[in-house]
């Protein structure tokens, strides 16, 4: 293999989330943040950090608690799955929305009622209506969180590359880190918040008070910001008519799958095989600390090569093979399963990404084929964490769970072997 410099991106690919940019089809083009000087910049910086903390956390808090909420709150079994995956479902539905009301409102005050609207959401979850029981709030709580998550994930990299172009490798590390970060502590610190409240509500409640505090710190910045109406215009090709852009796709369709089903169901598949829920909780968030490792080194190695095919089989098959270990293997190296499923995961997210930058030619493309592919890849990934919930619920237990990742494994290992073709969209 030789080794490729792609103009415009190289640079740029060890984040190559950050390099895409939601609002670039606005015209005029959407002007900076304003801010009164350097601590303004500072400021915003903290800010937009603050948001990525608290971006996963409703994904692995939920988990963490999940056989608790199924016992005091009397669940159906189908409502388990619902919540597992309408989450994950609407990042792919919002995905599409969230540049149509940057145009109308401005990047930062979307991003603060998306805020408003996650507070709102992780207050909501833990209510108990009275005859109804948690349900109806458990999973309109959840829909709005991942209605919210949604309009920050695709909005919040535009922002970065806008405000911090001289310190976009800084800011992308500090934004990345607390994404990840974020569902280290959702799945770290819920079960000892319920240890020590003795209330399954009050370890969900807990992690609206982060959100809130962001809320608050964003407010005065984002009200400041002047109302200018952008329209729309195109650029770059059209990536829905491209064999490589759907083979790009279908890549993050199946690291998506094993990505939100490791936040989803991980913990319970540990408490599943006798492990108490704070040793869980803690097992959880270490394999996420090592999908940061993951992240932050594999693109760096990929964007070496025209040609990703090898490791984007790698990382797909010890992504795959962790997952299916942490149920078959034996729970004595349940740290050694878990911790290759989380390099591997990390190493996989951040690969699938990088084929945005290393399989387009310019600016607009990588940005249509960014919303393409979250657009499809959350909304189709959503399946994984319906599959295990609806195997679970037939079977008992998580034995052909273990099996179906073994498969998704190996089609991302197919897809990605195709995606990682020295070729363009």
């Not at 945005?356 to 189709?380: E, K, N, P």
Request: charged residues 10%.
């Amino acid at each position: 293999m030789t080794s490729s410099k792609t103009p415009g991106y190289q640079e740029k690919s060890v984040l190559p989330e950050i390099a895409v940019d939601a609002e670039i089809d606005e015209e005029p083009a959407p002007d900076p943040t304003q801010l009164r000087g350097k601590r303004g910049l500072v400021y915003l910086a903290i800010c937009l950090v603050l948001i990525g903390l608290n971006l996963r956390t409703v994904f692995s808090s939920f988990s963490a608690v999940l056989p608790e909420i199924t016992s005091d709150a009397s669940l159906p079994g189908w409502s388990l799955v619902v919540l597992t995956t309408v989450p994950v479902t609407l990042l792919g539905v919002f995905a599409p929305l969230a540049p149509i009301l940057a145009r109308r409102f401005g990047a930062e005050r979307v991003l603060l009622g998306a805020m408003a609207v996650l507070t709102m959401g992780l207050l909501l979850r833990p209510v108990e209506f009275p005859g109804m029981g948690h349900l109806p709030a458990l999973l309109a709580g959840t829909a709005a969180c991942g209605a919210a998550i949604a309009l920050c994930n695709v909005l919040l990299p535009g922002v970065v590359k806008r405000d911090f172009p001289h310190r976009l490798g800084l800011m992308g590390g500090l934004y990345t880190t607390a994404i990840c970060a974020s569902a280290a502590l959702g799945a770290g610190f819920t079960y000892p918040v319920f240890a020590a409240t003795g209330h399954w509500t009050s370890a969900l409640w807990f992690w609206a008070v982060p959100a809130a505090v962001v809320l608050l710190l964003f407010l005065p910045l984002a009200i400041r910001q002047p109302a200018v109406k952008h329209q729309a215009v195109h650029g770059g090709v059209n990536v829905w008519r491209s064999a490589v852009a759907w083979q790009v796709t279908m890549f993050m369709v199946l690291q998506a799958m094993m990505s939100f089903s490791v936040f989803a169901w991980m913990a319970p598949i540990l408490r599943d095989r006798g492990i108490d829920g704070s040793t869980a909780g803690l097992i959880v968030s270490v394999s996420i600390v090592l999908q940061m490792l993951g992240s932050l080194f594999a693109p760096a190695l990929a964007t070496r090569f025209k040609d990703q095919r090898i490791i984007n089989m790698v990382v797909a098959l010890m992504t795959g093979g962790g997952f299916a270990l942490t149920i078959f293997g034996p729970t004595e190296l349940i740290w050694v399963w878990t911790g290759l499923n989380g390099l591997g995961q990390g190493s996989l997210t951040a690969v699938a990404l990088t084929m945005i930058m290393v399989r387009t030619r310019d600016a607009h493309t990588a940005a249509h084929l960014s919303g393409m592919m979250q657009g499809v890849g959350y909304g189709v990934g959503s399946a994984g964490t319906l599959m295990v919930g609806q195997l679970h619920q037939a079977t008992g237990g998580f034995a052909a769970a273990g099996i179906l990742f073994l498969v998704v494994g190996s089609l991302a290992a197919f897809f990605g072997y195709r995606a990682g073709r020295d070729r363009f969209v």
